[in-house]
């Protein structure tokens, strides 16, 4: 399958990457000859160097070929004019346009399949979105949500003294009375999806699915406090810090942007005249003292520069504020800030790959989501009457290695797997897979 | 500068003011008032003729080349040249013997002021009662759209400001020409006329009065047909439909427009009209609490009473129902401070106005909060938008100038060795455009008796302020003359 990407930015390269690790043909097209020698010697694609709305370019990219064309530049207009020029000089069936700008993303462009585009796809409101929902649970761990159900994934870190160290995954059931699943296992920069016998150890990170409700007390259990997130600090008026931000106040929070640059910050205290704009750079300490900062409740740092956000959430921890949030991108600082004292490690939400996904393996999936960059999946899917793993208790099931039945929607209503219990048709299954297992359980799926 | 367009633009202006004289000599034909009558006809010929005979041999001239500059000369001037003009038929029919009594009427008139040098305003005739009032009604109208459509092209003082209720680049004007917003003003003008008229005389006035008085309302002027003002009356219903039609005409005229659009976002919107009507009913209180008992048994009266007298000072009319000099200190000191503030921008009203007090107030607040956050950034918001450094600026500038003028006039006024009280309320309410002050020239006493040339300066004070300083100021600076 041939994939055309427009624009080879952070969000195209990182699309690319993961294509490419499914073994799909990626073709990018990138104006800047800089940049496109760049990607050539990273990735395993052919890298056209031209602009690329044009109709040559794109022929020269083997678009009639292509059964995606993906246009992730920094332009809205570029991407939206590039998929117009595409759905109408080729017979592409899928065409992705990455809309930062709002009032495009709510329009009902791709209902009205405008310009053919297919998907829109804006990362930094799905990244804010997630860091406000975050926020209103606690901020105590990573929260991934789910679209069809209740149930929700979160991380503890084990420490020494946590009831979850040295014990088997049977034996955590066993001993916890609310309903719950360990759903992976983040060891070093290992994902295990465990399985009965899996021991936990110390440092390891673990991701648990339950309730809301029952997560306080499992949180209570692990030895975590539940605070009120009444005081923010938001370090970085980018555009995640700014969505953030409009969700955060909302809710009547008290939030204090910091962001280094001057005229972003005028814009930013136009539009949220409540919240404390400082024009400051987090990095000089001075800061801290003058705004008494320590006495936040939480610090959240997103600036383009990963490295910094880990430092500075640190440092915030270290002059008292009770919890930060981190903005991390790489999926190797992601498997470090796990293990540091950053409560919530949040990675941009990649919503262009998993739509990309969802498309590939059209069907009966739902939704997908890709976590740890890639490393990790969670499938939804309904179970039609023709699958062949309707009927069957769960224990009969050859399930493929390397993942597991998270839950089973059936009328609404969440059911936590066991041995006994019989997929129906119309039931929506939720299913965490390593990346080794994908095709394997795509197959399991499409039966 | 092209002097050739100035006297030609003048000139039909002039022809229209001829034009409008009309409606006194008519009513004095029809009183039997041959004398007023002679005046106003003299006038009228000799206006005509004269600006007739500039149109006529200027008829090639075209009238589209204006520049910035040619714009504060020509208003100046216009301001000027009426008043001078309008005087005369005071002055020809003997009501007000003396030139400089009849240009401080008139240019009081124009600027909608108020301020007057009548002891015995009833002995006046009728028509030139009508006059006298008009010239409110004139002056009104020409401020608003002045105000409205042509200052804000100019840039004075943070007039800008009024058409920005939407923030962006584009400027939100009512009408995508100027004629067209000056005639949809004009509209709104004539309506409130027609409504308070009505009003009026279902209160029992005669058409002569509710006409005068619904001149002297909307031009937020002051000058009323009876030596008691509307305290003539004496009646609650009067009082308090003067009250409402007073704060009608401080409102910025294109909310107005807004509000009558059904547009009813901005206008909810707006600060400065938020500002005004608390500025309105906290004054309010605070009189009417001074008043009780003392003044006033019953608190329906203290709150007829103050509400009345407050908003004839925050619109800077000068009406008055009762003589608030012999109010308690407390209620007179309140009055005396919304001498300060005016009415809205975009209105009749006078005085600093209350847009600029709001943007000055919001400054000096930001300015607090960036003691506190040495590195934070505050905007300052008005109506939801954000204003721009440089209208702060202005504005800032506008108060010292404000300040300035009000100072320098007060000096003149007590070199004549009068009282601080009444040199300081004399400049004050004169600059303002209020009409009546504290001391000597409080609501029961005129200015007659100031010095010829007192009443000189206190009439530049009258266009200075009409014209919102800038306008006027600027021609006097040498760099404005400079080719």
Redesign the interface.
């Given at each position: 399958m041939r994939v055309v990407i427009l624009g080879a930015g952070v969000v195209g390269m990182q699309v690319a990457a993961q294509l490419i690790s499914e073994g799909k043909d990626v073709v990018i097209i990138e104006k800047d000859p800089e940049r496109a020698k760049h990607v050539t010697g990273r990735l395993d694609c052919i890298v056209v160097n031209e602009e690329g709305t044009g109709i040559t370019a794109l022929k020269r990219s083997g678009i009639d070929r292509a059964s995606i064309f993906i246009s992730v530049t920094n332009s809205d207009e570029v991407n939206m004019i590039a998929c117009g020029v595409v759905s109408s000089e080729f017979n592409v069936p899928v065409k992705i346009a990455r809309v930062r700008n709002l009032d495009y993303s709510r329009a009902k462009i791709t209902e009205k399949s405008f310009l053919g585009i297919d998907f829109i796809v804006n990362s930094e409101v799905e990244t804010a979105r997630q860091i406000a929902n975050t926020i209103a649970l606690g901020a105590d761990s990573d929260v991934m949500l789910f679209e069809n159900t209740d149930l929700q994934m979160r991380n503890i870190m084990v420490t020494p003294a946590s009831y979850f160290a040295d014990r088997s995954v049977k034996d955590i059931r066993l001993g916890i009375r609310e309903p719950f699943l360990i759903a992976g296992i983040m060891r070093g920069k290992e994902f295990v999806i465990p399985t009965g016998g899996t021991q936990v150890r110390e440092g390891d990170t673990i991701y648990l699915l339950a309730t809301q409700k029952d997560f306080t007390k499992i949180f209570i259990q692990a030895g975590k406090k539940q605070e009120t997130m009444d005081h923010i600090v938001i370090v970085g008026g980018g555009r995640i810090g700014e969505l953030a931000c409009q969700y955060l106040i909302r809710t009547g929070r008290d939030i204090t942007i910091i962001e280094t640059n001057y005229e972003r910050c005028k814009v930013l205290s136009d539009k949220f005249p409540d919240a404390l704009v400082l024009n400051a750079d987090i990095s000089d300490e001075s800061i801290f003292e003058e705004e008494s900062l320590g006495n936040r409740d939480l610090l959240v740092t997103v600036t383009d520069n990963q490295e910094l956000n880990m430092l500075a959430s640190l440092y915030a921890k270290t002059m008292g504020i009770k919890r930060s949030m981190a903005l991390v991108t790489n999926a190797n600082y992601m498997a470090i800030a796990s293990r540091l004292d950053i409560d919530v490690v949040i990675s941009p939400k990649n919503s262009t790959v998993d739509a990309i996904m969802k498309f590939i393996r059209r069907g009966n999936i739902k939704s997908l989501h890709s976590i740890f960059g890639g490393r990790a999946e969670v499938i939804e899917f309904l179970a039609n009457e023709k699958s062949r793993i309707i009927g069957k208790r769960l224990r009969d099931l050859d399930f493929p290695e390397h993942s597991i039945i998270l839950s089973i929607v059936r009328n609404d209503v969440n059911m936590l797997p066991h041995g006994n219990l019989a997929i129906e048709p119309g039931d929506l299954v939720i299913v965490i897979t390593a990346k080794e297992s994908i095709p394997e359980i795509e197959r399991f799926i499409q039966e | 500068m092209n002097p050739l367009i100035l006297a030609k633009i003048i000139s039909i202006l002039l022809v229209i003011l001829a034009g409008f004289m009309g409606l006194p000599a008519g009513i004095a034909l029809y009183r039997g008032e041959y004398a007023s009558f002679a005046a106003f006809a003299g006038t009228m010929a000799g206006t005509v003729t004269l600006a007739g005979a500039v149109l006529v041999l200027l008829r090639k001239q075209r009238a589209d080349a204006l520049t910035t500059r040619d714009g504060f000369l020509m208003v100046t001037l216009s301001w000027v040249l009426v008043s001078v003009i309008g005087a005369l038929p005071f002055f020809f029919s003997g009501c007000i013997p003396d030139y400089t009594d009849a240009f401080f009427e008139t240019i009081s008139g124009f600027s909608t002021t108020g301020a007057s040098i009548l002891t015995d305003v009833e002995a006046l005739p009728r028509s030139m009662l009508f006059w006298r009032s008009l010239t409110h009604w004139l002056g009104g109208m020409g401020i608003v759209v002045l105000t409205v459509a042509i200052l804000p092209l100019m840039g004075i003082g943070g007039l800008q400001l009024i058409q920005a209720e939407s923030p962006g680049p584009t400027v939100d004007r009512l009408t995508p020409r100027i004629t067209g917003t000056a005639k949809l003003l004009w509209f709104i003008y004539i309506g409130f006329t027609v409504a308070e008229t009505l009003l009026l005389m279902l209160g029992g006035m005669d058409l002569f009065d509710a006409l005068t008085h619904t001149f002297g309302t909307l031009g937020t002027g002051g000058f009323s047909p009876k030596n008691a003002s509307v305290g003539h009356y004496n009646s609650a219903y009067i009082d308090g439909i003067i009250t409402v039609f007073m704060l009608l005409a401080g409102i910025n005229f294109s909310l107005h427009y807004r509000l009558l659009t059904g547009r009813l976002r901005p206008v909810y919107r707006d600060s400065e009209l938020k500002a005004y009507l608390l500025i309105f009913a906290a004054t309010t209180a605070v009189v009417a609490f001074s008043l009780y008992g003392d003044v006033f048994p019953t608190a329906g009266e203290c709150l007829r009473y103050a509400s009345f007298q407050t908003a004839s000072f925050l619109t800077t009319t000068g009406f008055a129902t009762a003589n608030f000099e012999a109010w308690p200190l407390l209620g007179q000191i309140m009055l005396f401070i919304l001498m300060f503030v005016g009415g809205c921008s975009g209105s009749t009203g006078g005085g600093i106005k209350v847009m600029r007090l709001v943007i000055l107030f919001k400054q000096a607040v930001n300015e607090l909060k960036l003691l506190v956050?040495?590195?934070?950034?505050?905007?300052l918001?008005m109506s939801g938008g954000?204003v721009r450094k440089n209208i702060v600026y202005g504005v800032s500038g506008f108060f010292f100038l404000y300040a300035a003028v009000l100072l320098a006039v007060t000096v003149v006024v007590a070199s004549a060795g009068h009282d601080i009280t009444t040199s300081f309320t004399a400049a004050l309410t004169t600059l303002g455009n209020i009409g009546p002050g504290f001391g000597k020239v409080g609501p029961v006493e005129n200015f007659s008796f100031f010095e010829d040339y007192i009443k000189w300066t206190l009439s530049f004070a009258m266009l200075v302020g009409r014209l919102e300083l800038y306008t006027v100021l600027v021609i006097f600076l040498p760099r404005f003359w400079r080719k």
């Open positions: - | 956050h040495p590195r934070g950034i505050f905007t918001k954000m």
